[in-house]
């Protein structure tokens, strides 16, 4: 068999057998992909040809093919032959991401997909043009190429290509898009360029900007001179000489930064130089005179073209002289300012046009400093003299001095405290004086003496004052102080202030005063202000940290609780009164009559922490009652609040495993009482089963329920040859638990007492049964007119206990069985167990729910025996619905009842206060 291999199908032919072997000869290819497990092979339809094509298979994969020949006769297998289909696809291709940009550029990279042995070549589309195809996995896109971009956005495609492994043909796969955003374009505005003769242009340019403002990058500048490179440097200006007059030149400025790969091109500019006019004019000579003169010295143009007529100094760009003849190269500038740089130009004109020289920069000498003016600033018994300096000095450096001229003409310098200092304070001056003072000011050249400025001293504020003395007496504060050493006048008051705020406390004219309300353990500072007509001077600072008390204003935060855990929380109190040492948290629970289930725990938190979380593992129990009591102290003390709650309910625990006794003539399933109910317990289901031997087969199933109060229930009636097993299921609110005796069977004692009384009763001791009946009817008689009393009685009163239902007067009875027995078989005696469940509506009442036993049934209620009156509460037949029957949940009051078969079997059904039966009397 040969084969013809694409991408996605196989051209399959071979040749006829030798032996057909019959006529009817047809072919048909079976296949299945090559993979563990093996898949079942897929036949193809037959053919009379020798050759077909099977399609829609996957790429690059490896199949099974088999030939099979049929005739008429059957078919024959022929070997099975791998084969693989050709082609691959690249695997899934990433957006490329930006690793480098800059305003002109942006790089772009790509993670290489999964393409086998296949080498990927890639297209790099932006807004569907195509920028890059290659099989690097890396391209940098250059704006300036690309053109007007919407909305400055580029929105790139990449698409990987590998050779499709059958022909010339390629797959492909193609990432998501994905945009970027195009930077603002720079560009550089046309530079601008003087003419300034017939040789010579100046040309200046800005730096590049954009939309938002300049590049801010290093850049290189290039000024192309009818596209001669002529400059290449930082400086945004350039000075073209050399050139020919009334000759037209094209200028152009190129910004460039390698690095970035950035150059930008500004608009060119067309220039013609002058006519004629003179040139090779040389840089003036500038020589300083004085601290204002200079003297400026030029020599004629080198190429005059023509009669000079006039010459003129440019300073800073102004012209400043007057026309100046040709004879007189030199010329002394005045009036200019001290230690000041000017640019000085010579502009020489001839009769076509003018000549400007190259620029000299020279400055004018160092002058005398400039007179400053003080300015006089009172602040208590200190004078502060203060002056502003010069923006700009007559020489490199400047000193002050300050002049105090007394009444006695005694005059006294001060050097402010550094050179340059423009402010001094001046202290120990005499009161009620008048003096002068004023600011020398001093440079290498010389000093100016500033104006004279007077000032009048008055009389002084007090001095010499003690700081205050601090006491606390409660919630108080007593200040005292003493009086001044020097009062320096009449009218002396006090003023005490906090700081750092300065808040005034109190004025007063005394030398004591209480503060009332103070916070305990707060710094306090203090300070005391003396005062007279004159001013206030102040005493030293007194700090006082005020005794801790006790904290206050602390509460506990809800409490967070489930069955078995719980969160107490807190916050810091408000009023803390000190630093917070730590937190006790008291955590108790001891109303359990075991003691070993008692909780009384003592935790100690650090001041940081405002929350403790307990656990099953800490002891914490459901449906129980716990006090937390939190204690916060500092060391003057604690304050505490408490809470109590209860954890909520959970399933029942800890129930052993019950245990069966056999107690005289009855077996008793008992049950240990130290289970933990975690909750109202709201039942206590016990079911009796009894088994055959080796627990091959259930002969019969009874539940009844207990008193919650109750851990032991007793089953009167016994079957010989059968085994008992009892299970006690303790119901709460959450849910159920239960726990499963051993099997037990019973002794040959008790067995044989069981037996016996089997015996009697269906053994036809008739004196004895008699006897049995008569006594028992008396009995049911007296109890019922007894019960219909009281039950008349007591109509309105509220359902009964649960705890204790054995002992009311009045019950119902729940017919449930677990089973479907065996109908009743006469001359047979067999005990039905009877379900005992409690109704959400009557909690006294028991539920018939459904009859054990098939065919048809009439219930019975004997209430009224005392007057022979019998009533159907409800009949079962055979016929009805299985599972209708099972649903019914009929709700009766009985005391007695029978159900009789209608066939005609009997049964007597009597009520035990701990368990009710149902037995069958042939």
Known sequence: MSSIIA??????????????????????ISWRPVQTPPLAFTRTTTTNENSLIISALSMNYNFEVQLIAINSKGESLGNTTVLA??????????????????????????????????????????????????????????????????????????????????????????????????????????????????????????????????????????????????????????????????????????????????????????????????????????????DNVIQVCWAAPDRPNGAINEYHIWMDGEKISDTLSEISQCHFVSSLQPYTNYSVRIQ????????????????????????????LEKSNDTLVVAWDTPTKLNCREIQYLV?????????????????????????????????????????????????????FTTSRVPQGIYPIVVEQIGDSLLLSWKPPVFVNGEGVFYQIRTLPDGELLVETSNTFTRVNGVLAAQDYTFVLEACNVIGCSRSNLTLFTTEERPPSGFELNEVNVNSSSFVVSWTSPTIPNGEILDYIVLVSSCEDTDSSQCLDNRYVLPATEFSLRLTKEDGILPFTKYTVIVRVRNSAGEAS??????????????????????????????????FRSNGEIQRITVEYMSFTENRESLVVSEIVEASNTSFSIELNTLQVDVSYVCVVQIENSIGSIKAESTTHRLSLALASSAADEDRVSSGGIVAIVLVLLILMVAIIMLVYSRQTAKGIADSGESPMNFSKFWLQEEESIEYAPRLQPKP????????????NEISDLEPSMLSVKRLPYTGSYNLVSNEDDDHGETQDILSRDSSADMEQSRTSNQMVKLKRFSVTNLSGNSHAVTQNPRLPSLRHVP
């Open 7 to 28: 991408p996605t199908s196989m051209h399959l032919s071979w040749g006829t057998p030798l032996m057909p072997n019959g006529p009817d000869l047809r072919y048909a």
């Open 85 to 290: 289909t050709c082609g691959s696809k690249p695997g899934k291709i990433e957006p490329p991401i930006l690793v480098d940009s800059s305003p002109l550029f942006a790089a772009l990279q790509w993670e290489v997909p999964s393409t086998g042995k296949f080498i990927p070549t890639y297209t790099l589309k932006a807004n569907g043009n195509i920028l890059y195809k290659g099989s690097l996995n890396r391209y940098r896109i250059e704006y300036d190429t690309i053109g007007s971009l919407e909305d400055d956005l580029l929105v790139i495609v990449l698409e990987a290509c590998i050779e499709n492994g059958c022909s010339e043909s390629y797959s492909c796969v193609a990432s998501q898009k994905t945009s970027l955003k195009a930077p603002e374009e720079a560009h550089l505005h046309t530079p601008v360029a003087l003419v300034l003769s017939d040789s010579v242009i100046d040309l200046r340019w800005t730096e590049p900007m954009t939309k938002s403002g300049s590049l801010s990058l290093p850049l290189v500048y290039s000024v192309f001179r009818n596209d001669e490179t002529i400059y290449v440097g930082k400086e945004l200006e350039y000075l073209d000489t050399g050139l020919e007059p009334n000759t037209e030149y094209v200028f152009v400025v190129k910004a460039s930064n390698t690095s970035l790969s950035i150059d930008i091109v500004s608009p060119s500019i067309e220039l013609t130089t002058t006519k004629g006019a003179p040139s090779g004019l040389g840089a003036p000579v500038v020589t300083p005179v004085s």
């Open 348 to 375: 020489a004109c001839n009769d076509v046009a003018c000549g400007l020289s190259v620029a000299t920069i020279e400055g004018t000498l160092c002058g005398l400093p400039k007179p400053v003016t003080p300015r």
């Open 403 to 455: 002049e105090i001229v007394g009444p006695d003409s005694e005059i006294q310098q001060i050097e402010p405290n550094g050179e340059t200092s423009a402010e001094i304070s001046i202290t120990g001056l005499t009161w009620n004086q008048n003096y002068k003072i004023r600011v020398i000011s001093l440079n290498s050249i010389g000093r100016t003496t500033g104006v004279n400025v007077d000032y």
């Open 641 to 674: 609040s408490n809470t109590s709650f209860m954890t909520n309910e959970a399933l029942p625990e800890r129930i052993t495993a019950p245990r069966l006794e056999e107690i005289g003539n009855q077996l008793r399933c008992s049950w240990d009482q130290a």
């Open 824 to 835: 009743p078989q006469a001359e047979v005696e067999k005990e039905l167990w009877i379900g």
